[in-house]
Antibody
């Protein structure tokens, strides 16, 4: 079955960088865009951006431009989210989500990132 | 891009119908028929309930329906059940080829 398995929880210090991975299985990785969505504790969902795994092209929400990078490795069907210069308000659950014609149908289990000194 | 506006909370008794609004602009909700709705129970990943304004994925109860008028989309839950108690989020495609979520609505079944 279609599955997205994300990397484990991370604890980072302010100013550090993070890199979360999302391994896809059960479908052709390059056939579907991948979104990244985050949710701070007790807060709503926030769309961060998406990547075309086939071309590697990405489009980011304006808020994240300049400090987020979405990449992929097609050989291992894995998408990556990198966020630089972390702050305490980047503490959140980060999800990768498969796109099907503009809709997010399959979600990863989420990766908790805690930013604390 | 500002978040789409949803009411913070909506409540109803079992069996009743409730409607959640999602207000944007002509650059997002009003400009495209690409509005989706997600249900999220505590500690769980969101689940797609409605896509393309009013279409339901297979397996989603027909008690859930969506519509749009101008720059406001709506999700209606009819025959409210205890299991419907959750947070609901709308999301829309935008003119920048990006997406924006709504602020989220907590649905309480009285």
């Amino acid at each position: 079955q279609v599955q997205l398995v994300q990397s484990g929880a991370e604890v980072k210090k302010p100013g550090a960088s993070m890199k979360v991975s999302c391994k896809a299985s059960g479908y052709t990785f390059t056939d579907y865009f991948m979104h990244w969505v985050r949710q701070a504790p007790g807060q709503g969902l926030e769309w961060m951006g998406w990547i075309n795994p086939s071309s590697g092209g990405a489009n980011y929400a304006q808020k994240f431009q300049g400090w987020v990078t979405m990449t992929r490795n097609t050989f291992i069907s894995t998408a990556y989210l990198e966020l630089n210069n972390l702050r305490s308000d980047d503490t959140a659950m980060y999800y990768c989500v498969r796109d099907v014609q503009g809709d997010m149908d399959v979600w990863g289990q989420g990766t908790t990132v805690t930013v604390s000194s | 891009q500002s978040a789409l506006t949803q009411p913070a909370s909506v409540s109803g008794s079992p069996g009743q119908s409730i409607t959640i609004s999602c207000t944007g602009t002509s650059s997002d909700v009003g400009g495209y028929n690409y509005v989706s709705w997600y249900q999220q129970h505590p500690g769980r990943a969101p689940k797609l309930m409605i896509y393309d304004v009013s279409d339901r994925p297979s397996g989603v109860s027909n008690r859930f329906s969506g519509s749009k008028s101008g720059s406001t989309a709506s999700l209606t839950i009819s025959g409210l059940q205890a299991e419907d108690e959750a947070d609901y989020y709308c999301i829309s495609y935008t003119s920048s080829s990006t997406y924006v979520f709504g602020t989220g609505t907590k649905v309480t079944v009285l």
